[in-house]
């Protein structure tokens, strides 16, 4: 039926919602290395807008641990910084009269298992959400008039597939999560080691 198809529809939409708003919320969650994507949810104050960071500067990472942000106008240096501290990624940014920068620190085993545990919150208001799209559905096909039980046990099956091909896609998501920051602590260790070694180096 032309109803059934429209709230599974909708359920589809608003699981996939889900899913970006899971994704947007995992990039707030660093690990130790330098991403200009760590900065994607900054919005900075230009002429009265909220406007992306990646939109008024060039961010790069010139290096695993730091993160510049060349602003296109020097204007916009106080905004920028302003902007990344209101922020909740919990940065601190500096400045060099023409740059941004911001540091990355490295990732220790109790930041590991902070930005873990992050993650798997993250992934849990995900599934809830999915699981309040299914009953939502759930109930508007009960509620349909003038279709037969076969129809509605058919529908209400089919919500269930989706609701478990969303489930998966969420705890794909946070497992990939999950290895990145155990990647970036040993990759974080192995930059301490480096940095030690050089300064073990006689002159």
Partial sequence: MEDI?????MAREQMDKSISHLEKNLLKIRAGRANPSMLDSV??????????????????TPDAR???VQPWEKTM?????????????????????????????PLTEERRRDLVK???AEGEDARIGIRSVRKEANDEIKALDGISEDLIKDAEER???????????????????EMMISSEQFNSLLFQLEMTEEEQIPL
């Fill in 5 to 9: 198809t429209m709230i599974l529809d």
């Fill in 77 to 105: 240096i106080p905004e920028i910084e302003k902007a990344i501290l209101n922020s909740d990624l919990g940065l601190n940014p500096q400045n060099n009269g023409e740059l941004v920068i911001i540091n990355i620190p």
């Fill in 118 to 120: 992050a993650a798997r």
């Fill in 43 to 60: 919005r900075v104050e230009y002429y009265g807008n909220q406007t992306p960071i990646n939109q008024v500067a060039n961010v790069n």
């Fill in 66 to 68: 730091t993160i510049s």
């Fill in 159 to 177: 919500v269930q597939s989706l609701t478990n091909k969303y489930t998966k896609k969420v705890d794909d998501i946070l497992e990939k999560k």
